[in-house]
Each structure stands twice: as structure tokens, then as C-alpha cells.
């Protein structure tokens, strides 16, 4: 407790520089992180969105990490300040936004909870990430190669991230969702109905999708069809292929099969979502 209170009083002074700064809030990272996390579970109390279980309690934690995240980066550049009440203002902004972001409640049935779990695990994995084309548009590793007009060094790299994947990435991601084998077994019924099905995917896919690219670097902002077709032509931007178009699937029909003569391949990708690796 003397710690907290000696480590709190040094975030409420002024910090003078950019090295003072990391100093004084890298001593003090898992204080902020509950802060930050505790505004945002008071906020959705206040607003009625709060529920007692798991699922919220991740939730908070996550939005926390990502309030100090922002925090991190802009922080540098705000000083002279006190880090303390920096990171209570950033968070008071983000909360009076107008509709900020609130945990939908859609993302607490399973499907919604099998989407989150994909795409917030493609945020911080490789595999996941590659393994989004597979689940979410039905592509396997020679497609997403094809697709993305990937070079030769990139394509032995996306089979290792299938099968990396497939051998313990997945149990892996279906563990952290906390999804059970009923609830699976309820998804794969449901599938049955596949249009109304693959239609209320592609709407929560939306969703989670515009969350999860919160985590992308400023400069992999979306590009106009002419933008992704020189990107093709003049064969850079691999990662940016891969990350962004993995999490927008407005930008992945834009840039669909933009080849080296700039000609689009009828028939863009569309949701069909598979249960399984």
C-alpha cells in the first residue's frame, strides 16, 4: 500500500521531459492499467451496459490496455505534465464522445463471442491473423497468397501460419473465448440456415472489425481502389496487405484481385464462416 501511495504521488507531480516521462509511468504500468480499466467499468455501470461475468470483466481490461496504450504514445508529447490526470482526461474524452463504443450486445451470444475471440486474437497473433481469410471468407493458403499477390518469400510463411494454426492455434483462441462444445455445437446448427446465418456474421464482423483496427499503426488507414491497384502494380506494401486487409472486408473486396494489369476478378469475397480450422 506505502508503494501504491509513493508511485500514485509520483504520477500527480509535473514530469518536465519525454525521458521523465517513460520513466516515471513505466514504474508504474499495472496502477495505470487499473485505472484506466476502472473508469470503464463505472462508465458502463453508469450507463447501464455492466453486467457481473467474465466476458465484461475482459472486456474493461481490454479497453483499459488500450486507453493506456494511447495513453503511451501521445504522452511523450504532452509534457510538461502530470501523467496522473493526462490519463484520467484521455479517458473522460473517450467517454464523451458522442455513441462511444459500448460492448454490443450482440457480441455476447456465441457467435458474437466466436467472432470477438477470432478477431481480438488476429490482433495480437500472426497465425490468427492469417486465419481470419480461412474462417471468415473460406480462403486457404495458396488463395490468400493469390489473392493478396503476395512474393515468393511471404508464401511458404502463410502455410506455416495455417498450420501453426490448425496444430495449437485454435484450441488455443477457442479456450480464451471460454466457448463450450454445446455452444459450438449450437453455432454449427444454426449454420444450417447458412443466409441468415453468414448475414448476421457479416454484420457483428463489422463491428468487430472497426474495434479491433484501433490497434493498427496510424499509416494503414483504408485506400481507394486506385490506391490498392498501384500498391499491386508496383508490388509493395506486403504487411500492409496482410494486416488491414484481414480486418476490413470493405477494403478486401475493393483490392479483390487487383492484378498486375489492374483488372478486378469477378466475384468478390463474401462472408461465409467457417466453425472449423
Same mark, same amino acid.
Not at 129 to 136: E, F, P, T, V
Not at 173 to 199: P, V, Y
Not at 211 to 216: A, L, Q
Given at each position: 500500500? %506505502? ?51 467474465? &466476458? #465484461? ?37 473517450? #467517454? ?7 460492448? #454490443?450486445?450482440? +457480441? ?13 486474437? &488476429? ?7 492469417? &486465419? +481470419? ?5 473460406? +480462403? ?8 493478396l499477390r503476395l512474393n515468393g518469400s511471404e508464401s511458404p510463411r502463410i502455410y506455416k501460419n495455417f498450420q501453426r494454426w ?15 462444445? %454445446? ?53 509493395y506494401g506486403t504487411d500492409y496487405r496482410i494486416w488491414h486487409l484481414a480486418l476490413c472486408l470493405e477494403c478486401l473486396r475493393? &483490392?479483390?484481385g487487383l492484378g498486375l494489369d489492374g483488372a478486378a476478378i469477378v466475384g468478390k469475397p463474401r462472408l461465409v464462416l467457417q466453425?472449423?480450422?
Amino acid at each position: 500500500m %506505502a508503494n501504491r501511495m509513493t508511485t500514485l504521488g509520483r504520477l500527480e507531480e509535473v514530469v518536465s521531459t519525454a525521458d521523465e516521462f517513460d520513466r516515471v509511468v513505466s514504474q508504474a504500468l499495472p496502477l495505470l492499467l487499473d485505472r484506466a480499466a476502472g473508469y470503464t467499468k463505472r462508465f458502463l455501470r453508469e450507463t447501464g451496459q455492466w453486467s457481473d461475468d467474465v &466476458a #465484461h470483466e475482459k472486456f474493461v481490461l481490454r479497453w483499459g490496455a488500450e486507453y493506456l496504450e494511447q495513453f503511451l504514445v501521445t504522452g511523450r508529447s504532452e509534457v510538461p505534465c502530470r501523467p496522473l490526470f493526462l490519463l484520467d482526461s484521455l479517458v473522460a474524452r473517450q #467517454h464523451s464522445r458522442p455513441e462511444p463504443f459500448c460492448y #454490443h450486445p450482440d +457480441l455476447l451470444t456465441p457467435l458474437g463471442r466466436f467472432l470477438d475471440g477470432l478477431v481480438g486474437r &488476429a490482433a495480437v497473433s500472426r497465425d490468427a491473423l492469417i &486465419a +481470419l481469410y480461412h474462417h471468415c471468407y473460406g +480462403l486457404g493458403p495458396g488463395q490468400v497468397i493469390s489473392a493478396l499477390r503476395l512474393n515468393g518469400s511471404e508464401s511458404p510463411r502463410i502455410y506455416k501460419n495455417f498450420q501453426r494454426w490448425r496444430d495449437s492455434g485454435w484450441k488455443r483462441a477457442i479456450g480464451d473465448m471460454g466457448m463450450t462444445d %454445446a455452444e459450438l455445437k449450437g453455432l454449427n446448427e444454426q449454420q444450417r440456415q447458412q443466409h441468415r446465418f453468414n448475414s448476421d456474421a457479416e454484420r457483428l464482423l463489422g463491428f468487430v472489425q472497426a474495434h479491433y483496427r484501433k490497434s493498427e499503426p496510424d499509416h494503414y488507414p483504408c485506400l481507394s481502389r486506385l490506391q490498392w491497384e498501384d500498391m499491386f502494380l508496383q508490388g509493395y506494401g506486403t504487411d500492409y496487405r496482410i494486416w488491414h486487409l484481414a480486418l476490413c472486408l470493405e477494403c478486401l473486396r475493393t &483490392a479483390w484481385g487487383l492484378g498486375l494489369d489492374g483488372a478486378a476478378i469477378v466475384g468478390k469475397p463474401r462472408l461465409v464462416l467457417q466453425l472449423e480450422p
